[in-house]
DNA sequence: GGAAGCCTATCGATCGGTCGATAGATTCGT
DNA sequence: ACGAATCTATCGACCGATCGATAGGCTTCC
């Protein structure tokens, strides 16, 4: 159960607006009119407008990263890894769809030295993506990735459902979470893949986010 | 050859600023000083800064639909169309990183009415893409492609080249571009795919926007 | 002499951020 | 127990800087 405190509130106003009309598209004034708060009791909850950004940015990665580790804890077969890999990276974009975006897009909103700690926390989570597949190669299970190309290209893929995935859509989540693992997996594997298990990744979705919406207050 | 008038001069400047920095990150002082001029005399050139932006996504969109027609005219194999689709996606968002960008990042920034009409264009754009894939999809060379999620994955995947690709990286941009189109084709077909035609999509990336760099001035 | 190209100066609005103040709750000292 | 001191949350007013855009006047060149 999270609590609902002004913090969060502001947290909360400015990931939508940030993922809606860009970092250097909203002003204090609206963020701060959004939140119900004049924009000088906003400097009580944050540091500055940038920083606040880096909050929003480190706070989705490091569920990402939590969430990458959980699913992928304890399962050896490169295959299963890389599958609920992608699953996951789905769920999560398509569900949270304006954090990720945030993150994907506004890194370069960054001052250098946020940005550098913001994109090692993106590293960290893409390594759990290099690792799987490098594993999958030297067991024979993937097709040589030469020079990371594979992994950049499903990455961008994957994140890519933030931008147009809608709940109202015609194909169910899950669904879609499964196409996106074999469409990526027929793309490194020189066999039929085995759809990953999807149902766990949802639940660690579940765990990481807490439910869908998270819209707990009026 | 591209003469190179005050009003290029201001629209190249335009596509680097507002690639790197995003178009709300981008003043007009910033861009009149780029463009060695004052910032009333950008007025002379252009409409708005919104209308500059307008103008900079057509030109490139218009340039995208005319290359991708070019690609697939009097091709029949849907494999060698999306194949060749593909390629041609890849080689123009490697080599014209700025202005592709600019199309995938910057939409939201335009008001509706302007939205509406480069999102018209784009959309023109991905019709070649959907049109392949429907025609492979009845030819049983690619699988079902459930309401499009094969086009949205496959188009974001080639459009995130423009986010990392580096000349001066390992890979040779059409060993690169034909990577991406066995990628493709394998997520999406049966059976093991042959490569495209990249020569020939590297010869209509040069004719349609001109050598590469085109730093044709001082 | 007139259009094209470019300038300085300026506009009102908004930017991110800080100021001192205040009302109310909590903690502390005696 | 009770006043003093402190803390929290909030505000309106304001800062210098910058925003996108305009007005009007010089050159330069045909």
Not at 70 to 80: G, H, K, L, N
Not at 144 to 167: I, T
Request: one cysteine or more.
């Amino acid at each position: 159960m999270v609590v609902n405190t002004t913090g969060e509130r502001i947290h909360r106003v400015a990931v939508e607006l940030f993922a809606r009309k860009g970092f250097h598209g909203v002003g204090i004034r609206e963020l701060a009119q959004h939140a119900q708060l004049s924009s000088a009791s906003l400097y009580h909850y944050m540091g500055t407008k940038e920083a606040l950004l880096a909050e929003i940015m480190h706070d989705c990665l490091r569920r990402l990263v939590s969430a990458g580790r959980e699913a992928v804890a304890s399962v050896d077969d490169p295959t299963e890894r890389l599958g609920r890999l992608v699953a996951l990276h789905v769920l999560a974009h398509a569900e949270r769809a304006q954090e990720t975006a945030v993150v994907d897009n506004e890194v370069n909103s960054l001052s250098p030295a946020l940005r550098r700690s913001v994109v090692a926390a993106r590293d960290s989570y893409e390594r759990l993506w290099a690792d799987a597949i490098a594993d999958g190669r030297h067991s024979g299970a993937f097709r040589a990735d030469p020079d990371g190309v594979a992994r950049r290209g499903l990455l961008e893929m994957c994140s890519g459902v933030a931008r147009w995935y809608s709940s109202t859509g015609p194909m169910p989540l899950d669904d879609l979470a499964r196409e996106y693992a074999l469409l990526a997996l027929r793309a490194l594997g020189p066999t039929e893949p085995a759809a990953p298990d999807v149902d766990v990744c949802r639940e660690i979705v579940l765990t990481t986010w807490g439910a869908v919406g998270s819209a707990d207050f009026a």
